[in-house]
């Protein structure tokens, strides 16, 4: 499936940065996948997603490797941890919204719960590198968290619906998501030559 939606030629011979993360099963250590530094491949991918008892660990140079999102669901630090040396847009994808409506139901109540186990991840991730960039003047280095939202359509079991209509739903909406980003830069309505970092959240 990942080959069909993927062009993983494009991905690493393309000029932005990819990077995901996975967690050492055993070691409880990161394993960070770099297009910079390596080939990024399926298995790189499904590595980083593969959310413990609904997938299989992704066995990956002798490293059995399972979603970073049970360390750090929106993976800024790899990088983060090396300012850039030019001015840098970069673009995160977060899958759970921090702010949605009050719940009023138990399995919206459900739905909420698992939006914030995550989503608290990402605000502190937020918090420590804006307190991190604080003296940080040049190069500009704007973060775009591009947050998948409006999930009204979604089941409580979220995370464990894969079907064919609501993949498709959800990379639809990835994509219109992020197509309007990219004309809001391109109409100048997001100021990508400030000092220091500067956080976006869309």
């Known amino acids: 499936m990942l ?19 996975a967690v050492d099963l055993e070691t409880g250590d990161d394993v960070v996948f ?6 990024i491949e399926a298995d790189h991918v499904r590595a980083s997603a593969a959310l413990p008892v609904l997938f299989p660990p992704v066995e990956i140079d002798g ?7 049970v360390s750090a669901n929106l993976a800024l630090d790899p990088f983060f941890a090396s300012p850039p040396v030019r001015p840098t847009l970069c673009l995160a994808a977060d899958l759970l919204p921090r702010a949605q409506a009050l719940p009023r139901t138990l399995t919206e109540a459900a739905c909420r719960m698992q939006d914030l186990i995550f989503a608290a991840q990402s605000r502190r991730s937020l918090a420590r590198w804006r307190e991190s ?5 040049e190069p500009s280095l704007t973060l ?16 464990l619906d894969f079907s064919s209509g609501t993949l498709d739903a959800r990379w639809r909406k990835g994509r219109e998501t992020v197509e309007a980003f990219l004309r809001l830069v391109r109409e100048d309505g997001v100021a990508l030559d400030g000092p220091g970092l500067q956080i976006v959240e869309r």
């Open 144 to 159: 775009a968290t591009l947050t998948y939202a409006e999930q009204g359509a979604e089941v409580v079991g979220k995370a």
């Open 34 to 39: 770099d297009s910079s530094e390596r080939r």
């Open 3 to 21: 080959a069909a939606k993927v062009d993983f030629e494009h991905l690493n011979a393309g000029p932005c940065r990819y990077t995901a993360t």
């Open 63 to 69: 490293r059995w490797l399972i979603d970073g999102g």
């Open 133 to 137: 960039y604080a003296s940080h003047r």
